[in-house]
């Protein structure tokens, strides 16, 4: 048997640095939301390899669907031959996307290429250059991504220069005291100070931060930036990477804005959790604006790959027929429930727990003062966490955030498991 020692040393001599890995423990097999490293150690995945595996992993419907298409074809290109699978993929995203009007859909292979390829859309049809984002916000590690991206360390350090007409502007964190009205007054002073409104062709956000914190935007910053798109000729742009397909309790958190307020965005970005592990990314977006492209000016040679689409069109049928959006609420319920009854009980690190359905974020402090992070027990949760069994992120602009992202499909006698090991680990590190 091959130790994750030895692994690690062979990929510390066959890999560079800049690509880390949180854990030095070698994934060797997969089973719903268990993972097992490659000396046979047990772990209940709550990462899901970065909000990718929803599904968990190894879902049989999935894999089925994908060894049928592979004894058909795994790759022709769409751009050459275009295929089935693709164009019901689109139809069906197409129907239940929170985008009002006719909608179409194109498909890539990342996340990034998702960003990139919303942004050249949203220029094509405005004739505009200028891109804003936030503060706390990632959106990928492209050249034009990491420009888009709202945090330097690791990100952007020593890659510069960035593409330029890319603004930052701060997003609106209650717990952090910094106010809708602030947020849209600091968009008002960029107007005024760095890119005139007219020369904006997108805003791009997150509906929960990904890497920024798990940060929800609320309802009311949706309706004050649909104002100021909609008063500017500025199109919306949501990214929906990490928070689609479930995650949140609604297929897109897209949903909850649009149920609550009836905002929507003019383009939104999928990617992650879309296709079950296999990868595929693609932009939704009103038909008149998807359209404003010339004809070749959008693709890539691996985009929309067959493979991806099929196991996306068994992830929709899964997330339907198992109720996996009622079932992120639940997991997310019970998860943050046992989190805030440790801070309720005196544990004063607990600073803040939060998200919608299973996009779940704790957030630790000094004594409960919001203005004192904790990124060193952060760090120590994480990997206690693994010793314990519990594969953890963390994330947060400050760097102490521990986040958690469980397949939907876990069972509860594992998800009480999670649960008790959580507990153990935060007792252990911060008594109260």
């Given at each position: 048997?091959?130790?994750?020692?030895?692994?690690?040393?062979?990929?510390?001599?066959?890999?560079p640095?800049?690509?880390?890995?949180?854990?030095?423990?070698f994934?060797?097999?997969?089973?719903?939301?268990?993972?097992f490293?490659?000396?046979?150690n047990?772990?209940?995945?709550?990462?899901?390899?970065?909000?990718v595996c929803?599904?968990?992993?190894?879902?049989?419907?999935?894999?089925?669907?994908?060894k049928?298409?592979?004894?058909?074809?795994?790759?022709c290109?769409?751009?050459?031959?275009?295929?089935?699978?693709?164009?019901?993929?689109?139809?069906?995203?197409?129907?239940?996307?929170?985008?009002?009007?006719?909608v179409?859909?194109?498909?890539?292979?990342?996340?990034?290429?998702?960003l990139?390829?919303?942004v050249?859309?949203?220029r094509?049809?405005?004739?505009?250059?200028?891109?804003?984002?936030?503060?706390?916000?990632?959106h990928?590690?492209?050249?034009?991504t990491?420009?888009?991206?709202?945090?330097?360390?690791p990100?952007?350090?020593?890659?510069g220069?960035?593409?330029?007409?890319?603004?930052?502007?701060?997003f609106?964190?209650?717990?952090?005291?910094?106010?809708?009205?602030?947020a849209?007054?600091?968009?008002?002073?960029l107007?005024?100070?760095?890119?005139?409104?007219?020369?904006?062709?997108?805003?791009?956000?997150?509906?929960?931060?990904?890497?920024?914190?798990?940060?929800n935007?609320s309802?009311?910053?949706?309706?004050?930036?649909r104002?100021?798109?909609?008063r500017h000729?500025?199109?919306?742009?949501?990214?929906?990477?990490?928070?689609?397909?479930?995650?949140?309790?609604?297929?897109?958190?897209?949903?909850?804005?649009?149920?609550?307020?009836?905002?929507?965005?003019?383009?939104?970005?999928?990617a992650?959790?879309?296709?079950?592990?296999?990868?595929?990314?693609?932009?939704?977006?009103?038909?008149?604006?998807?359209?404003?492209?010339?004809?070749?000016?959008?693709?890539?040679?691996?985009?929309?790959?067959?493979?991806?689409?099929?196991?996306?069109?068994?992830v929709l049928?899964?997330?339907?027929?198992?109720?996996?959006c009622?079932?992120?609420?639940?997991?997310?319920?019970r998860i943050?429930?046992?989190?805030?009854?440790?801070?309720?009980?005196?544990?004063?690190?607990?600073?803040?727990?939060?998200?919608p359905?299973?996009?779940?974020?704790?957030?630790?402090?000094?004594d409960g003062d919001a203005?004192?992070?904790?990124?060193?027990?952060?760090?120590?949760?994480?990997?206690?966490g693994?010793k314990?069994g519990?594969?953890?992120?963390?994330?947060?602009?400050?760097g102490?955030?521990?986040r958690?992202?469980?397949a939907?499909?876990?069972p509860?006698?594992?998800?009480?498991?999670?649960?008790?090991?959580?507990?153990?680990?935060?007792?252990?590190?911060?008594p109260?």
């Amino acid at each position: 048997m091959t130790s994750n020692s030895d692994l690690w040393t062979r990929r510390e001599a066959a890999v560079p640095r800049g690509v880390s890995s949180m854990h030095q423990r070698f994934f060797a097999r997969g089973d719903n939301a268990e993972a097992f490293d490659a000396e046979g150690n047990r772990y209940i995945d709550l990462a899901t390899g970065i909000a990718v595996c929803n599904t968990g992993h190894g879902d049989p419907r999935i894999v089925a669907a994908v060894k049928r298409q592979l004894d058909l074809f795994s790759h022709c290109s769409f751009q050459v031959t275009p295929y089935e699978s693709y164009i019901e993929l689109a139809e069906r995203l197409n129907a239940i996307a929170p985008i009002e009007g006719p909608v179409k859909s194109i498909f890539f292979t990342t996340g990034a290429e998702a960003l990139e390829n919303a942004v050249k859309i949203a220029r094509a049809h405005t004739g505009r250059r200028g891109v804003i984002t936030f503060q706390g916000g990632y959106h990928g590690r492209t050249l034009l991504t990491l420009a888009m991206t709202g945090k330097v360390l690791p990100y952007k350090a020593k890659f510069g220069p960035m593409p330029g007409d890319v603004f930052h502007t701060r997003f609106p964190i209650d717990y952090h005291g910094f106010s809708v009205e602030q947020a849209m007054a600091g968009l008002e002073a960029l107007f005024a100070s760095s890119i005139e409104p007219s020369a904006v062709a997108a805003i791009v956000l997150e509906p929960v931060l990904g890497e920024g914190g798990f940060y929800n935007a609320s309802y009311a910053f949706f309706k004050a930036l649909r104002e100021v798109c909609d008063r500017h000729g500025i199109l919306l742009i949501a990214d929906e990477v990490q928070a689609g397909f479930a995650r949140t309790g609604r297929m897109f958190a897209m949903d909850w804005v649009k149920e609550a307020t009836g905002v929507t965005p003019d383009i939104m970005t999928i990617a992650k959790a879309m296709a079950g592990g296999f990868p595929i990314s693609g932009v939704m977006g009103k038909a008149e604006i998807m359209d404003a492209p010339d004809a070749g000016g959008l693709g890539g040679t691996y985009g929309g790959s067959p493979l991806g689409c099929v196991a996306g069109l068994e992830v929709l049928d899964i997330i339907a027929s198992d109720k996996l959006c009622e079932r992120a609420v639940v997991i997310g319920d019970r998860i943050k429930g046992a989190l805030r009854a440790l801070q309720q009980d005196g544990m004063a690190v607990i600073g803040d727990v939060r998200g919608p359905g299973a996009m779940i974020a704790l957030e630790l402090v000094h004594d409960g003062d919001a203005n004192r992070p904790n990124p060193e027990l952060t760090k120590a949760i994480v990997q206690e966490g693994a010793k314990e069994g519990l594969l953890l992120l963390s994330c947060g602009l400050r760097g102490n955030v521990v986040r958690f992202l469980p397949a939907l499909t876990m069972p509860d006698a594992l998800l009480d498991e999670a649960i008790d090991k959580l507990t153990l680990v935060l007792k252990r590190l911060a008594p109260a």
